[in-house]
């Protein structure tokens, strides 16, 4: 069973303190890994697709890199616009189009 | 830009009456999902859809059914609401490209209240 497991569970920053979230994995066969951002009361948002290891993607302050076990999603200098929810999810070869998701980390950064 | 449009942003509904949430994408995309999402569980999936008129059980799809009669709707039913269907429920859809992993497009959302 494909499993997604993301620490810390919340993460609160001052603004420009840069830090990074981790998202750890087990898949049978990764097809991909996905990085989303939720604000509150709204659907998660697409951020990156990762496909193999030691891939990286980059948009504005976020990077995303993925080794065999887990991905980072890090953080460069981050203003109170970055706060919301970041999701992690995998999909595997042979799972016709789901998704696992992880639970998320709450992120707040104060200004 | 991908669109994934759902019927209501806010819904109050009784117990026992039969509830339906609708989702609309403008991408010609294969699939369709949907979720509902509670704090503290996460995602669930609870039915899936890879064609029309084609579905497969998600992971909780006790006390739902869905719809898809067209390849750009995705309708999720409630046949007998409860109270422990009180959530937020939200619709995506993604391609089947060819062999390449695909990313999930979300709607903003449907906040179901059952009373």
């Known amino acids: 069973e494909d499993q997604v497991t993301q620490s810390p569970e919340a993460l609160r920053l001052q603004e420009g303190e840069s830090s990074s979230l981790n998202c750890s994995y087990t898949v049978s066969g990764l097809r991909g890994l996905f990085w989303y951002r939720q604000d509150p009361g709204k659907g998660p948002e697409f951020l990156f697709t990762?496909?193999?290891a030691g891939e990286e993607k980059e948009k504005e302050r976020l990077k995303a890199t993925l080794t065999k076990k887990e991905s980072f999603l890090h953080i460069t200098a981050p203003k109170p616009e970055d706060s919301a929810t970041y999701l992690c999810a995998v999909q595997a070869h042979t799972n016709a189009g789901k998704s696992t998701f992880g639970d998320g980390t709450t992120l707040t950064v104060k200004p | 830009d991908v669109k994934v449009t759902q019927s209501s942003r806010y819904l109050v509904k009784r117990t026992g009456e039969k509830v339906f949430l609708e989702c609309v994408q403008d991408?010609?995309?294969?699939?369709m999902f949907w979720y509902r999402q509670d704090p503290g569980l996460g995602l669930r999936l609870i039915y899936f859809s890879y064609d029309v008129k084609m579905k497969e059980k998600g992971d909780i799809p006790e006390g739902y059914s869905v719809s898809r009669e067209k390849k750009e709707r995705f309708s999720l039913i409630l046949e007998s609401a409860s109270t422990n269907q009180t959530s937020m429920y939200l619709c995506?859809?993604?391609?089947?490209?060819?062999?390449?992993?695909?990313?999930?497009?979300f709607g903003p959302g449907t906040r179901l209240t059952v009373t």
């Open positions: 991408m010609d995309h294969e699939n």
């Open positions: 995506a859809s993604s391609l089947i490209p060819g062999g390449i992993s695909y990313e999930q497009y």
């Open positions: 990762l496909y193999s």
